[in-house]
């Protein structure tokens, strides 16, 4: 059977990902492929109640291996139940975060043992890696202050040097994975990110309008 194409979007708190996501999302459809969205922490009913765990404000107790493990638990969860089948029907899967966002926010900006969270990950993932992932860049300072206008998730609670570290860490994986990762600039106009990365996918999906 033909496997559909499994593309993911990541970048620092307030990168503009989620607005992105919509667009491109849209722009898929339009060519007819079927088109399935989603996001992570989330996207299943026992990812979503891991979600809420997870940015609550309230939880501040919360230690840095429980984090990984419930983002684990909940993209396990995930991958199983929608994107795997998904796949296999031939569906374009486009997630907002995937294991690279542990790789950034656990790696990277907990500082937890990058050799650990990259084992967590392949389980995690049950092996499932995307196609293409576009960071979507831009300085942390510019990110923090927009994703934090409206009050702070726990996660967006830990802060700038938080967030420098994430930017740094999704600057490694593109260095490392040209193939895969690709960074495009989330700074200036709504539609001229739209238009970057849909360049960033043409090889995968064809000429999107
Ligand atoms: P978001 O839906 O606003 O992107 O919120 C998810 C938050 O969780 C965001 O701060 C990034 C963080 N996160 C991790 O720390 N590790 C992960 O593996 C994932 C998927 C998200």
């Known amino acids: 059977m033909a496997r559909g194409v499994f593309i993911t979007l990541e970048g620092a708190?307030?990168?503009?990902?989620?607005t992105q996501a919509g667009l491109l999302a849209a722009a898929i459809e339009a060519t007819g492929r079927e088109t399935v969205r989603l996001r992570e922490p989330g996207g299943t009913k026992i990812s979503e109640k891991v979600r809420a765990i997870l940015l609550d404000p309230a939880n501040a107790e919360m230690v840095p291996?429980?984090?990984?493990?419930?983002?684990?638990?909940?993209?396990?969860?995930?991958?199983?139940?929608?994107?795997?089948?998904?796949?296999?029907?031939g569906a374009v899967v486009l997630c907002d975060r995937y294991y690279d966002s542990t790789y950034a926010y656990q790696a990277g900006g907990r500082e937890l043992d990058e050799g650990l969270v990259r084992r967590a990950n392949e389980l995690g993932s049950c092996g499932l890696s995307p196609d293409r992932t576009l960071v979507l860049d831009l300085p942390a300072s510019?990110?923090?202050?927009?994703?934090?206008a409206g009050g702070a998730d726990r996660m967006e609670a830990e802060g700038l040097a938080f967030q420098e570290r994430v930017r740094a860490a999704y600057l490694r994986l593109a260095e490392e994975e040209p193939g895969r990762v690709r960074v495009v600039d989330a700074s200036g106009e709504r539609d001229e990110v739209a238009s970057r990365i849909r360049g960033a996918l043409a090889d995968l999906v064809g000429e999107l309008a």
């Not at 708190?13 to 989620?18: P, R, V």
């Not at 510019?142 to 934090?148: K, L, Q, W």
């Open 13 to 18: 708190d307030g990168c503009g990902k989620s």
């Open 65 to 89: 291996e429980c984090e990984l493990l419930l983002y684990e638990a909940s993209r396990a969860q995930l991958t199983r139940e929608v994107i795997a089948p998904a796949l296999e029907r």
């Open 142 to 148: 510019v990110g923090y202050a927009r994703a934090t």
